[in-house]
């Protein structure tokens, strides 16, 4: 069977455990990324190919697109703790090591947060803050970090678990996921 996107299998699952259709995300996500006053729109989609997953990316420069790929290994998806901050060179094809994950965090963190709702990543400790906000049909795990404030909100899906917005302070790296219309 050839394989689909991810999102296929999240719209089926949704479908199986009763939720409408419109909880699934689409195809392709917008990341809008923000970083020392520039901002930069990549548009990411997530496929499952093999045990591993691909994210490809593309942005709109200079009148032409640019893309690339970042492929998260069977061993990252479920045990990885680093999360790969990789700046995206187009036609780059890059192959993460078993402990980097882009975007989204490991299986492993996702249970850890869930269960004891404190999660380690990239050596920082985030203890969870709320689950107040939802975004199509599952809620955004809110989470900060202990030390430095840094927050994080991941979408509260065991086969997706995306970072669906970072904020560190204004000179770092801050994102949010918006679904494309």
Same mark, same amino acid.
Request: hydrophobic share 45%; with cysteine; glycine share 4%.
């Given at each position: 069977? @050839?394989?689909?996107?991810? *999102? ?15 909880? %699934? ?16 729109? +990549? ?15 593309? *942005? #709109? ?6 893309? !690339? ?10 045990? !990885? =703790? ?10 780059? @094809? ?5 402990? =980097? ?6 299986? @492993?963190? +996702?249970?850890?947060? @869930? ?9 920082? =400790? +985030? ?9 199509? !049909?599952?809620?955004? #795990? ?16 065991? %086969? ?22």
């Amino acid at each position: 069977m @050839k394989a689909k996107y991810l *999102i296929t299998l999240l719209l089926l699952l949704a479908m199986g455990t009763g939720a409408a259709a419109q909880s %699934a995300i689409p195809d392709t996500l917008l990341f809008v990324f923000k970083l020392h006053g520039q901002t930069r729109k +990549y548009q990411m989609s997530f496929t499952q190919r093999k045990d591993s997953v691909v994210l490809d990316w593309r *942005i #709109l420069r200079n009148l032409r697109w640019q893309k !690339g790929s970042y492929t998260l290994t069977p061993a990252a998806m479920e045990s !990885g =703790e680093v999360l790969s901050f990789l700046m995206p060179e187009d036609g780059r @094809k890059v192959v993460l090591s078993d402990r =980097e994950t882009a975007y989204l965090i490991s299986r @492993k963190a +996702y249970r850890q947060l @869930k269960a004891n709702r404190r999660l380690a990543y990239n050596c920082t =400790e +985030y203890e969870w803050l709320d689950n107040n906000e939802h975004v199509s !049909g599952h809620a955004l #795990l809110h989470v900060r970090d202990v030390q430095e404030g840094a927050e994080m909100w991941i979408w509260d899906n065991p %086969a997706l678990p995306l970072v669906w917005r970072m904020k560190e302070n204004p000179l770092e790296v801050n994102w949010e996921v918006q679904v494309l219309k």
